[in-house]
């Protein structure tokens, strides 16, 4: 009797949301779930109704999962945005349009601000002495800056008359609760995404096998690089650079752009991958953005669906490119730093976002001055391989300030780089920390393979037979688990 009552808590712990554990691509129980739906939906998928019920159920059970019951957020959110847009579609004038937009944009925001800014203007107050209010120390919901841009997204293309709005709230429902990039994106834009979910379910052996390369690639980045070199080495450097040598700093550093890579382009891939395993396409978020030859170009390969909503709802709306040539690096500044702004409360993320709009600036401005002398610079090998050798550190540079706990920990790294460099530590460090830098080269070596090796494999897994992927994708976990960190990693781009 006492063991099945044992048996029965321990299920219902499982099944119900636990702060410490939870519900992520990356954990156990993620695989119970994800082969749970998938089991039900091979019996439902032909079905539209039923498959857009069944596949909304188990979203919001996953975030329930993944963040307790701030799922609510992401249905009152639903609610709010569904009869906003429907009431900007039918609007007969002007005024009445920009009124609803303008609400939407409150609503969305104000949301948004009061969960994430609200302590860290309070903290602005008290330490300019305009007063002494105390902190609420409340909790970001998870996934809450994502599916805030997808809802602006789709009330703003309804306002601009690019996207009739769905008749639907079942399918708006669906849409933003979308299970694979519910928690951290990548953001997809309801144009995009709405069209696929009444459509005819055709999965052919290309998705399926796109999809398994996608899935265990992003869970080796994720799992076994990125999570590796974070634990054993970068948080050692970040926790208290200062007592740490150059040399050892500046490695964190390299070791961090790994990590910050491998954590959210793999998170990504997993989102992508299961989208193509149940018939639905998610655009690419990351396109080896170290790659780069300028920083212009880094930022279209980073955080790609970031990268394009900034563009299209920030900086056009301020003007873009249209306003004179001052407005327009203005607007660019303004951009990254609101950018910066996103990705957290804290003086680091705005200098980090104002060092990219900078560059950024300085870019646009010297591709402006070439093209306006007629200059035509010879792209050589040599001249792509400085383009990528200096963005790349110029990257590596900014994400000190986002990693570093505080601004005055990024200058103690810098300081320690440049004055206490100590190369001769190299021979310890090496012995100290042997794999963890063959880990780092092992992904830097997979970021730098040409995509034609993508293509390739993907060739190979969709000629294999089903019980060979299968065998295949069986014998990955089982390495995966193999090297997992004991305790769970939690994606970066989760306090986002």
């Avoid at 590796?228 to 450097?237: A, D, G, K, S």
Wanted: glycine share 6%.
């Amino acid at each position: 009797m006492f063991e099945v009552q044992f048996d029965t808590d321990k299920l219902i712990s499982q099944l119900t949301y636990n702060s410490k554990d939870p519900l992520l691509f990356n954990s156990g129980f993620f695989l119970f779930f994800f082969c749970i739906f998938l089991l039900g939906y091979q019996f439902l998928y032909k079905r539209k109704l039923l498959r857009v019920v069944y596949f909304t159920i188990f979203s919001l059970y996953f975030f329930y999962k993944a963040c307790g019951f701030y799922f609510g957020f992401i249905l009152l959110s639903a609610v709010v945005d569904f009869n906003l847009s429907n009431w900007i579609y039918t609007a007969k004038t002007k005024g009445r349009k920009n009124a609803i937009l303008i609400f939407s944009i409150i609503i969305n925001l104000g949301l948004l601000f009061y969960f994430k800014y609200t302590d860290f203007f309070i903290e602005i107050i008290n330490d300019l002495e305009l007063g002494q209010v105390k902190p609420l120390k409340l909790i970001l919901p998870i996934g809450i800056s994502f599916y805030t841009f997808e809802n602006l997204s789709y009330t703003i293309d309804v306002y601009r008359g690019k996207f009739k709005p769905v008749s639907s709230f079942l399918d708006y429902c669906f849409f933003l609760s979308f299970f694979p990039k519910l928690v951290m994106g990548p953001i997809v834009r309801a144009s995009d995404f709405i069209p696929q979910i009444r459509k005819d379910i055709f999965i052919s052996k290309e998705d399926i096998a796109k999809g398994l390369y996608l899935i265990l690639g992003g869970l080796f980045k994720k799992v076994v690089i990125s999570d590796y070199i974070y634990v054993n080495y970068v948080q050692y450097i970040f926790d208290d650079p200062s007592r740490h040598s150059g040399i050892e700093c500046l490695l964190g550093v390299y070791g961090y752009a790994m990590v910050i890579y491998c954590d959210f382009s793999g998170y990504s891939d997993m989102a992508i991958g299961m989208a193509r395993w149940i018939g639905f396409t998610i655009n690419e978020n990351f396109d080896s953005p170290y790659k780069s030859s300028s920083i212009t170009e880094f930022w279209r390969r980073w955080h790609m669906s970031l990268s394009s909503w900034l563009k299209d709802y920030l900086y056009i709306s301020l003007g873009g490119n249209k306003v004179g040539k001052f407005r327009q690096y203005l607007n660019l500044m303004i951009t990254m730093i609101l950018g910066g702004l996103w990705h957290g409360a804290h003086v680091n993320f705005i200098v980090w976002g104002a060092m990219h709009g900078i560059v950024l600036a300085l870019d646009k401005m010297s591709t402006s001055i070439a093209s306006r002398f007629q200059i035509n610079f010879k792209k050589s090998k040599l001249h792509s391989v400085l383009g990528v050798t200096i963005t790349f550190h110029f990257v590596c540079f900014c994400w000190i300030f986002f990693k570093a706990s505080s601004f005055q920990d990024a200058q103690i790294i810098l300081i320690q780089i440049f004055t206490n460099f100590n190369a001769q530590a190299w021979k310890p460090m090496l012995e100290a920390y042997g794999i963890v830098f063959g880990v780092m080269l092992i992904g830097y070596i997979i970021h730098f393979v040409p995509k034609s090796y993508e293509v390739f494999s993907v060739n190979i897994l969709s000629r294999i037979s089903i019980f060979g992927r299968l065998t295949i994708m069986l014998i990955f976990i089982w390495i995966i688990i193999q090297v997992k960190q004991s305790d769970q990693v939690m994606p970066i781009y989760l306090q986002f």
